[in-house]
């Protein structure tokens, strides 16, 4: 079993749709957690970091931490066609700058 | 902003070249790393560098070499190029000391060994 699972879709969503992306984990000693964004042929790019459980918002975007499920998600509000990528977790234990990620989970966003 | 530059975009190789691919940040960050990406495996972490000469395997380092003379720099040297090293391959960088919530990408190079 890997330490980080992810789903790596395609997901295919209408424009406006509300969009949720998860991550599990089996490592509870992981703090920190990170959404990546990749679009076709580019490195990935940082989105949303949160540390320990809870919440945080960012314009559409939501990142959810529920350690005692060891599970992580993303929630995209209002979908747009510009978000279609892919969408990496990642996640550190506390002390250790080399994150664990997901396989990624690609999102297609159609007009 | 960040900046982490790849020499190359794409690459093609022959089998048995040796293949250099370079890494240059321009934020004055202590770490570096080098992964791979491929379909269906996600990222792996090849090599990294926490600091000027210091190297540390990662989770493929086999067939895979690094160097960093400089700061800024940190180069991945396939010492003879094969077949299923044909992959992309994306440098990073960070800052220590901040739980590693951020690392900055390069544009990543796609390198085809034939």
């Known amino acids: 079993q890997k330490e980080v699972e992810q789903d790596p879709g395609p997901l295919s969503v209408p424009e406006g749709a509300i969009v949720s992306l998860n991550c599990t984990y089996s490592?509870?000693?992981?703090?920190?957690f990170m959404w990546y964004r990749q679009y076709s042929r580019k490195g990935p790019e940082l989105l949303m970091y949160?540390?320990?459980?809870g919440n945080k918002e960012d314009g559409r975007f939501t990142a959810q931490v529920d350690k005692s499920s060891k599970y992580i998600s993303l929630f995209i509000r209002d979908s747009q066609p510009s978000d279609s990528a892919t969408y990496l977790c990642?996640?550190?234990?506390?002390?250790?700058?080399?994150?664990?990620f997901g396989r990624g989970t690609s999102l297609i966003v159609h007009p | 902003d960040v900046k982490v530059t790849q020499s190359s975009r794409y690459l093609v190789k022959r089998t048995g070249e040796k293949v250099f691919l370079e890494c240059v940040q321009d934020m004055d960050h202590e770490n570096m790393f080098w992964y791979r990406q491929d379909p269906g495996l996600g990222l792996r972490l090849i090599y990294f560098?926490?600091?000027?000469?210091?190297?540390e395997k990662g989770d493929i380092p086999e067939g895979y070499s690094v160097s960093r003379e400089k700061k800024e720099r940190f180069s991945l040297i396939l010492e003879s190029a094969s077949t299923n090293q044909t992959s992309m391959y994306l440098c990073a960088s960070s800052l220590p000391g901040q739980g590693t919530y951020e690392q900055y990408f390069g544009p990543g190079t796609r390198l085809t060994v034939t």
């Open positions: 490592n509870s000693a992981f703090q920190y």
């Open positions: 990642a996640m550190s234990k506390g002390g250790s700058y080399i994150p664990t």
């Open positions: 560098s926490y600091d000027v000469k210091m190297k």
């Open positions: 949160t540390y320990s459980s």
